[in-house]
């Protein structure tokens, strides 16, 4: 059974920094590339970034370019973001994505119920 459970989400200030992991089970995670997608409220989910199966290959959404970082640790079977200047309109649900294939990174199927990100003064 496919798991993704995101953590280290809260309340940060605008220009804060949060680390987001997700913790992947019930598949070979390191055949497979991993998303980082948010949702804020009323609008639809976005990718954030993806990386490809040995962590080689990063993407990045314009908005989070150069400040957010995406890695994996392939031994641990997680996935990380680190989030540095955070803006206001950062405010989502962060979840992790696994890709519908393994080895391809044209499209991701499941996502975990994610973790809340604020950021607000």
């Known amino acids: 059974q496919v798991q993704l459970v995101e953590s280290g989400g809260g309340l940060v200030q605008p220009g804060g920094s949060l680390t987001l992991s997700c913790a992947a089970s019930?598949?070979?995670?390191?055949?497979?590339y991993m998303w980082w997608v948010r949702q804020a409220p009323g609008k639809e989910m976005e990718w954030v970034s993806?990386?490809?199966?040995?962590?080689?290959?990063?993407l990045y959404a314009d908005p989070v370019k150069g400040r957010f970082t995406i890695s994996r640790d392939n031994a641990k079977n997680i996935v990380y973001l680190k989030m540095d200047n955070l803006k206001i309109e950062d405010t989502a649900v962060y979840s992790c994505?696994?890709?519908?294939?393994?080895?391809?990174?044209?499209?991701?199927?499941?996502w975990g119920k994610g973790t809340q990100v604020t950021v607000s003064s």
């Open positions: 993806r990386l490809n199966i040995d962590g080689s290959r990063l």
């Open positions: 019930g598949f070979p995670f390191s055949r497979y």
């Open positions: 994505a696994k890709a519908r294939v393994p080895d391809s990174g044209s499209a991701y199927d499941f």
